[in-house]
């Protein structure tokens, strides 16, 4: 049985056209790709991104509607029932950039966006959260001072143990040598292109948690898939190498490489830190990668 999956993936890989690699092979080429949503009103989710955060409609790679913002794409998958909220998993928010924090939060909130964290100052910026149609909860944060999708944002039970998982599986290493602490809770970020990774890690058992720490994160996160933001997606122009090197790294592969039809593409989930599901994509850089067919 063991040599018939491993059949059936390599005949996978081959008709995706990806390479094999020997023993390590460097990580090289990583991109940041996509945020899918579980979404019930698929259009209703695209007027919403539009209107609020300036994300582009576009029909990707011809077979399914979804968004372009930057150098991203927001992917949609109607679900018949509301998705549970992704409070409570590690994938907390996504974050765009602002830069007149008081203007910004009266334009979107008189235009009728649901608040779930009311502006609020952090040294000399502000940040404030806003519920998306499906209780996705989306930041925006002046520090960045431009308006462009900035940040995902992930809680960790060990900030240590997530870092190295991201630089083991994706060759992506801190930012900075060591993790400061914000408000007693110990942070660190990642940059993949125009996108950063924040990582908070949860206070020990105990210790007091500051009023910005979501209160459904307990002792268990939960895992991100079926959630509102059911999970991030990463590229690379060949997957081959990467899948290989998690396989034998014993990384969880969730789903083999496979052809996704209604995307039209080719990719593989693994699970990462804290039931984080990831996806790995096979996809040309932005901006080739937009309308690029393999």
Request: proline content about 7%; charged content about 15%; some cysteine.
């Amino acid at each position: 049985m063991v040599r018939a999956v491993l059949l059936l993936v390599s005949s996978v890989l081959a008709a995706a056209g990806v390479c094999a690699a020997e023993s390590g092979t460097a990580i090289a080429g990583v991109h940041f790709h996509h945020v899918h949503l579980n979404v019930t009103d698929p259009q209703a989710s695209i007027a919403f991104y539009q209107k609020f955060f300036g994300a582009n409609t576009v029909r990707y790679r011809g077979l399914s509607d979804g968004l372009f913002t930057e150098k991203s794409f927001i992917l949609l998958t109607r679900v018949t029932a509301p998705p549970p909220t992704n409070l409570g998993t590690s994938l907390w928010h996504i974050g765009w950039a602002g830069v007149d924090g008081g203007s910004e939060f009266a334009w979107r909130t008189r235009e009728g966006i649901r608040v779930q964290t009311p502006i609020t100052p952090f040294g000399a910026n502000y940040y404030m959260y806003f519920w998306g149609p499906d209780r996705e909860v989306i930041e925006v944060w002046t520090g960045g001072k431009n308006h462009r999708f900035d940040h995902v944002h992930l809680l960790a039970s060990n900030l240590g143990a997530t870092l190295r998982w991201f630089k083991e599986n994706l060759g992506l290493v801190p930012r900075t040598p060591t993790a400061p602490a914000v408000s007693g809770v110990v942070t660190n970020y990642l940059q993949v292109d125009n996108v950063s990774v924040s990582i908070m890690e949860r206070p020990p058992a105990g210790a007091p948690r500051p009023g910005w720490w979501p209160a459904e994160v307990g002792e268990s996160i939960a895992p991100t898939e079926g959630t509102a933001i059911d999970h991030i997606a990463f590229s690379f122009d060949d997957i081959g190498p990467v899948y290989l090197r998690m396989r034998r790294a014993g990384t969880l592969i969730v789903h083999a490489p496979a052809t996704n039809r209604e995307y039209g593409l080719t990719s593989f989930f693994v699970r990462g830190p804290d039931g984080l599901l990831v996806e790995i994509v096979q996809e040309a850089p932005i901006p080739e990668g937009i309308w690029r067919r393999r």
